[in-house]
């Protein structure tokens, strides 16, 4: 495809006839299309709901009640999943909808990077994130991280299209919506995504661009301040309470925790055990070592700031959980991995197309086998993952089954190990105690158990809580059900 076709950072924006525009997107939306796909096919939409997906999907459901909604947590991926949980409990359903939503989303937010890269280093850019399996694992799931993730794509390009052409408002817009959508999905994800967007608008005096940037953050994390101080005690404490929860932020350097969890850990916390299979990690050690390789071939084509914003960007993203947090969760790096999936399938095309002759054919060949093995290590990491997963996921759809032969159906109480995940699977509202998801009391629980069915659930061998002590158990696999006795409710429902 000619240069002409493409805007140039040097400030012209030179685009050529509608039908070549139309026809330079079919590359990108053929990428998203196969994303869509390979998540029916491979993550499947009868996953059952994880842990923390139980906890936003309840928020706006028409199965349970409202799971306790801790500090870190922000209710954007429960609106984003209202139109279907808020009159559908069909899994399946809300699966294929995230699926085809996150596919979407991809499109567009390659599509704002049309003009400043070739599209064939956006769609290899697209299938290289898209290709990852916790990108597989996490597009179809009520997680926020993926949403953050094409936030952070989408508006580390519109910034780069507005301040190189004013008159570029669907850019400027196309900033402060993406800038939205990451503070709606995780505030503090997106001040740190953003800062490299705001020192560069600020550096070059862009006034307009600054306060569209600030505006979209201020817009997706209003209501996130606005929760803080009714719910919380303030915006301080409700930060307090989140560092607090998520193990004191601090210096704490995360990089192994982060290599082990590449293995198909969701949540490695605490982050023991053995390193995964070297190919597993290979992948993510390289990752580096080509994004600067980009950096170089950007600086020789003289478009420096389309490779040095998105690296920024990433490093920022990627900071707070290499080395301020305790522990590690694949998902939470995938808006480093969107950013930085641009300038390594830049490096990577300048790599197979700058020699000549029968180098070329080496570098094409040694290219393919090298992505070839790159998709079978991921494929066989989400095929482990997605088993898994859907044995814990079944292990909680049965311990419902057995709570509902027990009696205990909504309108209910669940407490004890899993409650929240089991609870929702059996249609009761959850409650705890002590720890992070504390939201009750003994007087408070007792006084619950005399209007409706109220079970604990503990680990066969492990010593129940004390107002469960009393509770009829039922031995269930390798835990024990105790179910408040019916006399405690006044002898009905």
């Known amino acids: 495809m000619s240069g002409s076709a493409y ?8 685009l050529g006839p509608p039908t070549a525009s139309r026809r330079s997107e079919y590359p990108l939306a053929a990428v998203a299309a196969v994303f869509t796909l390979a998540q029916l096919v491979l993550v499947r939409p009868g996953l059952g709901l994880g842990w923390d997906e139980t906890v936003y999907v309840s928020q706006i459901s028409a199965h349970a009640p409202a799971a306790f909604f801790s500090a870190p947590r922000a209710r954007g991926i429960s609106l984003l999943v209202a139109p279907i949980t808020s009159w559908s409990s069909s899994t399946p359903l809300l699966r294929v909808y995230l699926a085809a939503l996150s596919g979407l989303a991809l499109f567009l937010a390659l599509r704002v990077w049309r003009g400043l890269f070739p599209v064939r280093v956006l769609a290899l ?17 009520a997680m926020p991280n993926y949403w953050v993730a094409v936030g952070a794509l989408a508006a580390a390009g519109c910034c780069l299209r507005a301040r190189t052409d004013r008159s570029d408002r669907a850019a400027l817009w196309g900033l402060a919506a993406s800038a939205s959508l990451m503070a709606w999905m995780r505030p503090t994800d997106a001040v740190w995504v953003t800062l490299p967007l705001l020192a560069l608008l ?12 600030l505006a979209g953050l201020a817009s997706g994390a209003v209501e996130w301040v606005i929760e803080a101080y009714v719910s919380y005690g303030g915006l301080t404490q409700r930060l307090n309470a989140a560092s607090a929860i998520e193990g004191g932020l601090g210096w704490n350097v995360a990089v192994v925790d982060q290599l082990r969890s590449l293995g198909g850990r969701a949540l490695c916390r605490p982050c023991t055990g053995a390193m995964p299979n070297p190919a597993v990690d290979v992948w993510w050690l390289v990752l580096p070592v080509i994004a600067v390789v980009g950096l170089v071939v950007a600086i020789r ?18 900071f707070p959980y290499l080395f301020m947090i305790g522990y590690a969760a694949p998902r939470f790096l995938l808006p480093a991995y969107a950013l930085v999936s641009i300038p390594v399938a830049d490096a990577l095309i300048h790599l197979v197309t700058r020699p000549t002759g029968a180098w070329r054919r080496v570098a094409v060949t ?9 998709l079978a290590v991921q494929l066989a990491v989400l095929e482990r993952t997605v088993s898994r997963t859907s044995t814990q996921h079944r292990d909680w759809s049965r311990t419902a089954a057995e709570l509902h032969r027990l009696g205990v159906r909504k309108p209910c109480l669940l407490t004890g ?29 007792d006084r619950t158990a005399r209007r409706m069915p109220v079970a604990n659930v503990t680990p066969v ?30 002898g009905g429902r």
Do not use: K, M
């Open 7 to 14: 805007a140039t950072l040097a400030g012209t924006r030179r």
């Open 125 to 141: 850019a697209g299938a290289l994130f898209a290709s990852l399996w916790v990108t597989l694992f996490y597009g179809p799931q």
């Open 202 to 213: 600020v550096a070059v005096r862009r006034r307009r661009l600054v306060v569209a940037l």
């Open 301 to 318: 084509a003289r478009r420096t700031a389309a490779t040095l914003v998105p690296l920024a960007c990433a490093a920022t993203a990627a």
């Open 366 to 374: 040694l290219l393919a086998a090298g992505l070839a093995g790159h």
């Open 417 to 445: 190990q899993d409650a929240i995940p089991i609870a929702f699977y059996t249609g009761c509202a959850s409650a705890a105690t002590g720890g992070h998801n504390a939201n009750s009391t003994r007087t408070t629980l």
């Open 461 to 490: 061998g492990s010593r129940p809580p004390a107002y469960a002590h009393d509770w009829p158990a039922h031995r269930y696999g390798a835990l024990d059900l105790r179910v408040a006795p019916r006399t405690e409710r006044g």
